[in-house]
Protein backbone atom coordinates (compact mmCIF):
# COMPACT_ATOMS: atom_id res chain seq x y z
CA UNK A 1 0.00 0.00 0.00
CA UNK A 2 1.31 3.41 -0.48
CA UNK A 3 2.20 5.59 1.79
CA UNK A 4 -0.26 8.93 2.63
CA UNK A 5 0.58 11.90 1.13
CA UNK A 6 2.24 13.83 3.85
CA UNK A 7 1.35 17.74 4.18
CA UNK A 8 2.16 20.57 5.99
CA UNK A 9 0.29 23.57 6.20
CA UNK A 10 1.34 26.69 8.06
CA UNK A 11 -0.75 29.97 8.75
CA UNK A 12 -1.39 31.98 11.79
CA UNK A 13 -4.89 31.41 11.72
CA UNK A 14 -6.57 28.57 13.60
CA UNK A 15 -9.48 27.98 11.80
CA UNK A 16 -7.27 27.84 8.71
CA UNK A 17 -5.21 25.14 10.29
CA UNK A 18 -8.75 23.28 11.06
CA UNK A 19 -10.44 23.79 8.19
CA UNK A 20 -7.40 21.97 6.04
CA UNK A 21 -7.35 18.90 9.02
CA UNK A 22 -11.10 18.90 7.49
CA UNK A 23 -10.49 18.91 4.00
CA UNK A 24 -7.45 16.61 4.17
CA UNK A 25 -9.03 13.98 6.49
CA UNK A 26 -9.11 11.08 4.01
CA UNK A 27 -6.14 9.47 2.81
CA UNK A 28 -3.71 12.85 3.84
CA UNK A 29 -1.17 12.63 6.70
CA UNK A 30 -1.32 16.71 7.76
CA UNK A 31 0.81 18.56 9.93
CA UNK A 32 0.27 22.37 11.13
CA UNK A 33 2.31 25.27 11.84
CA UNK A 34 0.73 28.72 13.62
CA UNK A 35 3.98 30.74 12.27
CA UNK A 36 6.50 30.34 9.69
CA UNK A 37 9.13 30.01 12.41
CA UNK A 38 7.76 26.58 13.35
CA UNK A 39 7.17 25.48 9.63
CA UNK A 40 10.66 26.07 8.87
CA UNK A 41 11.79 24.14 11.78
CA UNK A 42 9.70 21.17 10.72
CA UNK A 43 10.90 21.41 6.42
CA UNK A 44 14.07 21.37 8.22
CA UNK A 45 13.26 18.05 10.07
CA UNK A 46 11.19 16.15 7.62
CA UNK A 47 10.06 15.20 3.89
CA UNK A 48 6.57 16.34 2.75
CA UNK A 49 4.73 16.29 -0.54
CA UNK A 50 3.03 19.48 -0.88
CA UNK A 51 3.53 22.41 1.73
CA UNK A 52 0.68 24.34 1.91
CA UNK A 53 1.74 28.56 3.52
CA UNK A 54 0.07 31.36 4.35
CA UNK A 55 2.31 34.42 2.21
CA UNK A 56 1.84 36.87 5.63
CA UNK A 57 3.12 35.23 9.01
CA UNK A 58 5.23 36.05 11.93
CA UNK A 59 8.51 34.52 12.81
CA UNK A 60 8.80 33.85 8.48
CA UNK A 61 6.97 34.61 5.61
CA UNK A 62 5.80 32.40 3.08
CA UNK A 63 8.07 33.39 0.22
CA UNK A 64 10.98 32.48 2.92
CA UNK A 65 9.98 28.98 3.87
CA UNK A 66 9.04 28.39 -0.51
CA UNK A 67 12.96 29.39 -0.49
CA UNK A 68 13.59 26.91 2.36
CA UNK A 69 11.38 24.41 0.83
CA UNK A 70 12.94 24.16 -2.61
CA UNK A 71 16.31 24.56 -1.06
CA UNK A 72 15.78 21.48 0.34
CA UNK A 73 13.67 19.12 -1.67
CA UNK A 74 13.04 20.28 -5.23
CA UNK A 75 10.25 17.80 -6.07
CA UNK A 76 8.06 18.98 -2.71
CA UNK A 77 5.05 21.24 -4.13
CA UNK A 78 4.16 24.61 -2.30
CA UNK A 79 1.08 25.96 -2.78
CA UNK A 80 0.67 29.69 -1.70
CA UNK A 81 -2.43 31.52 0.15
CA UNK A 82 -2.81 34.79 1.45
CA UNK A 83 -5.89 37.33 1.85
CA UNK A 84 -4.02 39.95 0.02
CA UNK A 85 -3.23 38.58 -3.49
CA UNK A 86 -1.16 40.64 -5.92
CA UNK A 87 -0.44 39.99 -9.26
CA UNK A 88 3.16 40.68 -8.04
CA UNK A 89 2.91 37.84 -5.32
CA UNK A 90 1.72 35.13 -7.72
CA UNK A 91 4.63 36.18 -10.44
CA UNK A 92 6.89 36.40 -7.65
CA UNK A 93 5.77 32.68 -6.34
CA UNK A 94 5.59 30.84 -10.24
CA UNK A 95 9.16 31.92 -10.44
CA UNK A 96 10.48 31.04 -7.34
CA UNK A 97 8.73 27.48 -8.08
CA UNK A 98 5.30 27.59 -6.25
CA UNK A 99 3.39 25.08 -7.62
CA UNK A 100 -0.38 27.34 -7.64
CA UNK A 101 -1.61 29.97 -5.61
CA UNK A 102 -5.18 30.23 -3.50
CA UNK A 103 -6.71 33.69 -2.82
CA UNK A 104 -8.76 33.84 0.42
CA UNK A 105 -11.79 32.88 0.85
CA UNK A 106 -11.62 30.00 -1.50
CA UNK A 107 -14.09 26.95 -2.02
CA UNK A 108 -13.20 23.74 0.04
CA UNK A 109 -13.28 21.98 -3.04
CA UNK A 110 -10.83 23.90 -4.81
CA UNK A 111 -8.36 24.05 -2.40
CA UNK A 112 -8.51 20.34 -1.93
CA UNK A 113 -8.13 20.21 -6.04
CA UNK A 114 -5.29 21.70 -5.60
CA UNK A 115 -3.37 19.90 -3.12
CA UNK A 116 -4.57 16.70 -5.45
CA UNK A 117 -3.05 18.25 -8.25
CA UNK A 118 0.18 19.01 -6.68
CA UNK A 119 0.55 15.80 -4.65
CA UNK A 120 0.01 14.22 -8.15
CA UNK A 121 2.92 16.55 -9.36
CA UNK A 122 5.28 15.47 -6.56
CA UNK A 123 4.84 11.88 -7.30
CA UNK A 124 5.79 12.12 -10.96
CA UNK A 125 8.76 14.43 -9.68
CA UNK A 126 9.61 11.50 -7.83
CA UNK A 127 9.22 8.79 -10.53
CA UNK A 128 11.38 11.21 -13.09
CA UNK A 129 13.76 11.64 -10.29
CA UNK A 130 14.53 7.64 -10.60
CA UNK A 131 13.68 7.96 -14.22
CA UNK A 132 16.85 10.45 -14.56
CA UNK A 133 19.48 8.50 -12.12
CA UNK A 134 22.39 7.45 -14.42
CA UNK A 135 24.09 3.97 -14.02
CA UNK A 136 26.32 1.67 -15.56
CA UNK A 137 24.57 0.81 -18.50
CA UNK A 138 22.68 4.44 -19.34
CA UNK A 139 25.63 5.46 -21.60
CA UNK A 140 28.02 4.13 -24.29
CA UNK A 141 30.95 7.54 -25.09
CA UNK A 142 28.46 10.02 -25.68
CA UNK A 143 25.23 8.33 -26.42
CA UNK A 144 23.20 8.83 -23.84
CA UNK A 145 19.77 6.18 -22.60
CA UNK A 146 18.50 3.36 -20.77
CA UNK A 147 15.88 1.77 -23.21
CA UNK A 148 16.24 -1.45 -24.23
CA UNK A 149 16.28 -0.69 -27.92
CA UNK A 150 19.48 1.61 -27.32
CA UNK A 151 20.71 -0.97 -24.90
CA UNK A 152 20.89 -3.24 -28.11
CA UNK A 153 22.41 -0.03 -29.88
CA UNK A 154 25.28 -0.24 -27.05
CA UNK A 155 25.88 -3.87 -27.80
CA UNK A 156 26.44 -3.46 -31.59
CA UNK A 157 28.15 -1.11 -31.40
CA UNK A 158 30.65 -2.30 -28.90
CA UNK A 159 30.69 -5.38 -31.07
CA UNK A 160 31.48 -2.91 -34.46
CA UNK A 161 34.71 -1.60 -32.56
CA UNK A 162 36.10 -4.79 -31.93
CA UNK A 163 36.10 -5.50 -35.90
CA UNK A 164 37.76 -3.55 -38.14
CA UNK A 165 34.65 -3.35 -41.41
CA UNK A 166 32.95 -1.13 -42.55
CA UNK A 167 29.68 0.29 -41.05
CA UNK A 168 26.84 1.64 -42.07
CA UNK A 169 24.50 3.82 -39.46
CA UNK A 170 20.94 4.17 -40.38
CA UNK A 171 18.52 6.05 -38.75
CA UNK A 172 16.26 9.48 -39.41
CA UNK A 173 18.34 12.90 -38.88
CA UNK A 174 18.81 13.51 -35.47
CA UNK A 175 19.33 10.31 -34.27
CA UNK A 176 23.00 10.56 -33.18
CA UNK A 177 24.64 9.11 -36.24
CA UNK A 178 27.43 11.15 -35.66
CA UNK A 179 28.00 9.89 -32.05
CA UNK A 180 27.75 6.81 -32.57
CA UNK A 181 30.47 6.76 -35.31
CA UNK A 182 32.61 8.63 -32.65
CA UNK A 183 32.20 5.66 -30.07
CA UNK A 184 33.04 3.04 -32.50
CA UNK A 185 36.01 4.86 -33.06
CA UNK A 186 37.25 5.95 -29.82
CA UNK A 187 36.14 1.93 -28.64
CA UNK A 188 38.82 0.45 -31.42
CA UNK A 189 41.71 -0.16 -31.79
CA UNK A 190 42.20 3.07 -34.53
CA UNK A 191 41.18 5.41 -31.14
CA UNK A 192 44.89 6.65 -30.84
CA UNK A 193 44.65 8.02 -34.30
CA UNK A 194 42.64 10.73 -36.53
CA UNK A 195 38.31 10.50 -36.25
CA UNK A 196 37.85 12.35 -39.70
CA UNK A 197 33.81 13.41 -39.84
CA UNK A 198 32.52 14.42 -43.24
CA UNK A 199 29.02 16.20 -44.46
CA UNK A 200 28.45 14.39 -48.04
CA UNK A 201 25.88 16.85 -48.29
CA UNK A 202 27.75 19.71 -47.67
CA UNK A 203 30.28 19.22 -50.17
CA UNK A 204 30.13 21.09 -53.56
CA UNK A 205 29.42 18.59 -56.27
CA UNK A 206 32.21 20.30 -58.35
CA UNK A 207 35.02 19.25 -55.80
CA UNK A 208 33.43 16.21 -53.83
CA UNK A 209 36.16 13.72 -55.48
CA UNK A 210 38.85 16.62 -55.14
CA UNK A 211 37.91 17.16 -51.54
CA UNK A 212 37.43 13.51 -50.46
CA UNK A 213 40.38 11.65 -52.20
CA UNK A 214 42.55 14.70 -53.15
CA UNK A 215 44.13 15.94 -56.37
CA UNK A 216 47.49 16.88 -58.24
CA UNK A 217 49.04 20.02 -58.66
CA UNK A 218 47.40 21.33 -61.73
CA UNK A 219 44.78 18.69 -61.92
CA UNK A 220 42.39 22.02 -62.40
CA UNK A 221 42.30 25.81 -62.67
CA UNK A 222 43.01 27.21 -59.09
CA UNK A 223 44.95 23.53 -58.16
CA UNK A 224 48.20 25.26 -57.61
CA UNK A 225 49.63 22.60 -55.42
CA UNK A 226 48.81 19.11 -54.76
CA UNK A 227 46.31 18.42 -52.03
CA UNK A 228 45.63 15.18 -49.62
CA UNK A 229 42.67 14.27 -49.54
CA UNK A 230 40.34 13.36 -46.46
CA UNK A 231 41.00 9.80 -46.67
CA UNK A 232 44.68 10.58 -46.55
CA UNK A 233 43.84 12.89 -43.36
CA UNK A 234 42.26 9.60 -42.05
CA UNK A 235 45.20 7.35 -42.26
CA UNK A 236 45.39 4.32 -39.54
CA UNK A 237 42.32 6.07 -37.96
CA UNK A 238 38.33 6.49 -39.06
CA UNK A 239 36.50 8.45 -41.79
CA UNK A 240 32.91 9.16 -40.95
CA UNK A 241 30.96 9.64 -43.99
CA UNK A 242 27.59 11.35 -43.16
CA UNK A 243 24.59 11.17 -45.54
CA UNK A 244 26.70 8.73 -47.97
CA UNK A 245 23.26 8.64 -50.12
CA UNK A 246 23.62 12.59 -50.98
CA UNK A 247 27.02 11.24 -52.79
CA UNK A 248 27.41 11.87 -56.61
CA UNK A 249 27.27 8.90 -58.93
CA UNK A 250 30.72 9.74 -59.64
CA UNK A 251 32.21 9.94 -56.72
CA UNK A 252 30.11 6.78 -55.78
CA UNK A 253 32.37 4.55 -58.08
CA UNK A 254 35.81 5.87 -56.72
CA UNK A 255 34.66 5.62 -53.48
CA UNK A 256 33.40 1.52 -54.26
CA UNK A 257 36.58 1.11 -55.62
CA UNK A 258 38.96 2.61 -52.77
CA UNK A 259 36.64 0.19 -50.03
CA UNK A 260 38.06 -2.75 -52.45
CA UNK A 261 41.51 -1.74 -53.29
CA UNK A 262 42.03 -0.07 -50.04
CA UNK A 263 44.13 2.65 -52.32
CA UNK A 264 43.29 6.12 -53.51
CA UNK A 265 44.21 8.28 -56.65
CA UNK A 266 44.47 11.82 -56.38
CA UNK A 267 41.94 13.83 -59.08
CA UNK A 268 44.85 14.57 -62.23
CA UNK A 269 47.12 11.37 -60.95
CA UNK A 270 47.81 8.16 -62.06
CA UNK A 271 49.80 6.60 -58.85
CA UNK A 272 48.35 4.92 -56.71
CA UNK A 273 48.50 5.60 -52.31
CA UNK A 274 47.39 2.67 -50.67
CA UNK A 275 45.45 3.95 -47.21
CA UNK A 276 45.03 1.90 -44.27
CA UNK A 277 41.28 3.91 -43.31
CA UNK A 278 38.22 1.89 -41.28
CA UNK A 279 34.70 3.40 -42.94
CA UNK A 280 31.43 4.61 -41.11
CA UNK A 281 28.63 5.61 -43.11
CA UNK A 282 25.18 6.83 -42.23
CA UNK A 283 22.38 7.54 -43.99
CA UNK A 284 18.93 8.83 -43.47
CA UNK A 285 17.89 7.14 -46.76
CA UNK A 286 16.61 3.86 -47.98
CA UNK A 287 19.47 3.03 -49.58
CA UNK A 288 17.82 0.21 -51.41
CA UNK A 289 15.16 2.49 -52.76
CA UNK A 290 17.47 4.99 -53.73
CA UNK A 291 19.63 1.87 -55.57
CA UNK A 292 16.57 0.78 -57.25
CA UNK A 293 15.86 4.68 -58.54
CA UNK A 294 19.28 4.32 -59.87
CA UNK A 295 20.61 7.27 -57.85
CA UNK A 296 22.88 4.78 -55.76
CA UNK A 297 25.23 2.23 -56.66
CA UNK A 298 23.95 -1.03 -55.35
CA UNK A 299 27.55 -2.18 -55.60
CA UNK A 300 28.70 0.68 -53.16
CA UNK A 301 25.50 -0.51 -50.70
CA UNK A 302 26.68 -3.69 -50.64
CA UNK A 303 30.58 -2.81 -49.83
CA UNK A 304 29.10 -0.39 -47.08
CA UNK A 305 26.33 -3.03 -45.72
CA UNK A 306 28.70 -4.74 -43.98
CA UNK A 307 28.18 -4.41 -40.35
CA UNK A 308 24.79 -2.35 -39.79
CA UNK A 309 23.63 -0.37 -36.98
CA UNK A 310 19.97 1.41 -36.65
CA UNK A 311 19.79 4.24 -34.27
CA UNK A 312 15.90 4.14 -33.19
CA UNK A 313 13.85 7.76 -33.84
CA UNK A 314 13.49 9.09 -29.55
CA UNK A 315 9.72 8.39 -30.19
CA UNK A 316 10.41 4.74 -30.23
CA UNK A 317 12.50 5.08 -26.70
CA UNK A 318 10.51 7.76 -24.73
CA UNK A 319 11.31 6.28 -21.68
CA UNK A 320 14.56 8.01 -22.01
CA UNK A 321 13.37 11.28 -22.63
CA UNK A 322 13.92 11.73 -18.81
CA UNK A 323 17.28 11.05 -18.74
CA UNK A 324 18.50 12.55 -21.68
CA UNK A 325 16.97 16.18 -20.57
CA UNK A 326 18.34 15.69 -17.36
CA UNK A 327 21.88 15.16 -19.16
CA UNK A 328 21.58 18.05 -21.62
CA UNK A 329 20.40 20.23 -18.91
CA UNK A 330 23.06 19.97 -16.52
CA UNK A 331 25.51 19.91 -19.64
CA UNK A 332 23.82 23.61 -21.26
CA UNK A 333 23.58 25.26 -17.39
CA UNK A 334 27.43 24.65 -16.78
CA UNK A 335 28.74 25.99 -20.28
CA UNK A 336 26.49 29.41 -19.34
CA UNK A 337 27.66 28.62 -15.41
CA UNK A 338 24.27 28.67 -14.34
CA UNK A 339 22.55 26.91 -11.42
CA UNK A 340 19.77 25.03 -12.59
CA UNK A 341 18.51 22.01 -10.12
CA UNK A 342 16.10 20.78 -12.64
CA UNK A 343 12.57 20.31 -14.43
CA UNK A 344 9.10 21.40 -12.75
CA UNK A 345 7.29 18.25 -12.98
CA UNK A 346 4.56 19.80 -15.38
CA UNK A 347 7.65 20.64 -17.53
CA UNK A 348 9.23 16.93 -17.85
CA UNK A 349 5.36 15.75 -18.48
CA UNK A 350 5.36 18.08 -21.63
CA UNK A 351 8.92 16.92 -22.74
CA UNK A 352 8.30 13.33 -22.02
CA UNK A 353 4.86 13.40 -24.29
CA UNK A 354 6.06 15.38 -27.32
CA UNK A 355 6.44 13.43 -30.49
CA UNK A 356 10.40 14.88 -31.27
CA UNK A 357 10.13 14.87 -34.88
CA UNK A 358 13.74 16.23 -34.83
CA UNK A 359 15.16 13.68 -32.60
CA UNK A 360 17.38 14.10 -29.88
CA UNK A 361 18.83 17.10 -31.69
CA UNK A 362 15.57 18.84 -31.17
CA UNK A 363 15.35 17.80 -27.42
CA UNK A 364 19.08 19.14 -26.75
CA UNK A 365 18.05 22.57 -28.69
CA UNK A 366 15.03 22.35 -26.66
CA UNK A 367 16.78 22.34 -23.64
CA UNK A 368 19.40 24.62 -24.57
CA UNK A 369 16.70 27.19 -24.99
CA UNK A 370 15.33 26.52 -21.66
CA UNK A 371 17.78 27.21 -20.03
CA UNK A 372 18.41 30.41 -21.52
CA UNK A 373 14.90 31.46 -20.65
CA UNK A 374 14.78 29.85 -17.25
CA UNK A 375 13.91 32.86 -14.58
CA UNK A 376 15.19 30.57 -11.85
CA UNK A 377 16.44 27.14 -10.88
CA UNK A 378 13.57 25.01 -12.45
CA UNK A 379 12.59 25.19 -16.03
CA UNK A 380 8.93 25.98 -16.25
CA UNK A 381 6.43 24.68 -18.75
CA UNK A 382 6.35 28.65 -19.72
CA UNK A 383 10.22 28.07 -20.86
CA UNK A 384 9.28 24.93 -23.37
CA UNK A 385 8.68 25.96 -27.05
CA UNK A 386 5.13 26.69 -27.51
CA UNK A 387 4.44 23.52 -29.33
CA UNK A 388 5.26 21.43 -26.71
CA UNK A 389 4.20 24.06 -23.87
CA UNK A 390 1.21 24.29 -25.33
CA UNK A 391 0.27 20.93 -26.32
CA UNK A 392 -2.59 18.89 -24.85
CA UNK A 393 -2.01 17.01 -21.81
CA UNK A 394 -1.51 12.99 -22.20
CA UNK A 395 -1.39 10.41 -19.89
CA UNK A 396 2.02 10.46 -18.44
CA UNK A 397 4.63 8.29 -20.06
CA UNK A 398 5.43 4.66 -19.38
CA UNK A 399 9.01 6.03 -17.81
CA UNK A 400 7.21 7.93 -15.40
CA UNK A 401 3.81 5.57 -14.51
CA UNK A 402 6.23 2.57 -14.15
CA UNK A 403 8.99 4.42 -11.40
CA UNK A 404 5.81 4.51 -9.42
CA UNK A 405 4.24 1.52 -7.13
CA UNK A 406 1.04 -0.01 -8.83
CA UNK A 407 -1.26 2.23 -7.13
CA UNK A 408 -0.06 5.52 -7.63
CA UNK A 409 0.75 5.08 -11.27
CA UNK A 410 -3.31 3.68 -11.78
CA UNK A 411 -4.11 6.97 -9.59
CA UNK A 412 -1.97 8.75 -12.23
CA UNK A 413 -3.86 7.27 -15.16
CA UNK A 414 -7.34 7.52 -13.99
CA UNK A 415 -7.31 11.42 -13.09
CA UNK A 416 -5.47 11.91 -17.08
CA UNK A 417 -8.17 10.22 -17.93
CA UNK A 418 -10.90 12.01 -16.11
CA UNK A 419 -9.35 15.31 -16.84
CA UNK A 420 -9.38 14.58 -20.61
CA UNK A 421 -13.23 13.05 -19.87
CA UNK A 422 -14.21 16.28 -18.28
CA UNK A 423 -12.64 18.47 -21.14
CA UNK A 424 -14.49 16.60 -24.41
CA UNK A 425 -17.87 16.54 -22.27
CA UNK A 426 -17.67 20.39 -21.59
CA UNK A 427 -16.76 21.27 -25.14
CA UNK A 428 -19.45 18.50 -26.13
CA UNK A 429 -22.41 21.22 -24.34
CA UNK A 430 -20.64 24.27 -24.68
CA UNK A 431 -19.93 24.83 -20.85
CA UNK A 432 -23.38 23.71 -20.48
CA UNK A 433 -23.26 21.70 -16.85
CA UNK A 434 -26.48 20.62 -16.73
CA UNK A 435 -26.78 19.15 -19.94
CA UNK A 436 -22.95 17.78 -19.61
CA UNK A 437 -24.13 16.56 -15.92
CA UNK A 438 -27.23 14.95 -17.83
CA UNK A 439 -25.19 12.95 -20.01
CA UNK A 440 -22.79 11.78 -17.69
CA UNK A 441 -25.11 10.63 -15.51
CA UNK A 442 -24.31 13.01 -12.21
CA UNK A 443 -25.64 15.51 -10.52
CA UNK A 444 -24.99 19.14 -11.76
CA UNK A 445 -23.30 19.87 -7.88
CA UNK A 446 -21.32 16.51 -8.50
CA UNK A 447 -20.05 17.66 -12.01
CA UNK A 448 -19.22 21.25 -10.50
CA UNK A 449 -17.22 19.65 -7.77
CA UNK A 450 -15.23 17.28 -10.40
CA UNK A 451 -14.70 20.40 -12.78
CA UNK A 452 -13.02 22.80 -9.56
CA UNK A 453 -10.73 19.33 -8.71
CA UNK A 454 -9.23 19.40 -12.32
CA UNK A 455 -8.94 23.34 -12.18
CA UNK A 456 -11.45 23.44 -14.85
CA UNK A 457 -13.80 26.13 -15.10
CA UNK A 458 -17.54 25.84 -17.44
CA UNK A 459 -16.77 29.73 -18.93
CA UNK A 460 -13.56 28.10 -20.50
CA UNK A 461 -15.89 26.32 -22.77
CA UNK A 462 -18.73 28.47 -23.87
CA UNK A 463 -19.00 29.89 -27.14
Known sequence: MAAPTRVLVADDKENMLKLFAKILADGFEVETAPDGARALALVASRPYDVVVTDIRMPGADGFELLAAVKARALATEVVMMTGHATVGDAVRAMKMGAFDYLEKPFDPDAALGVVVRAAEHKRIADAARLATRPGEEDAFHNL???????????????????????????????????????????????????????????????????????????????????????????????????????????????????????????????????????????????????????????????????????????????????????????????AVRRTIRGFAPEALRKLAGHAWPGNVRELENTVERAVALAGGEVVLVEDLPPEIALAAPGVAPPALLAALPYKDALAEARDRVSRDYLVALMKEFGGNVTRAAERAGMERESLHRLLRRYGLRSDDFKD
Open 144 to 334: VGRSARMREVYRLLDKAAQVDATVLLLGETGTGKELAARAIHFHSARRERRFVPVNCGALPADLVESELFGHARGAFTGAAAAKAGLFEEANGGTIFLDEVGELPLAAQVKLNRVLQEREIRRVGDTAAIPVDVRVVAATHRDLREEGKAGRFREDLFYRLNVFTVTLPPLRDRAEDVPLLAAHFLEKHAR
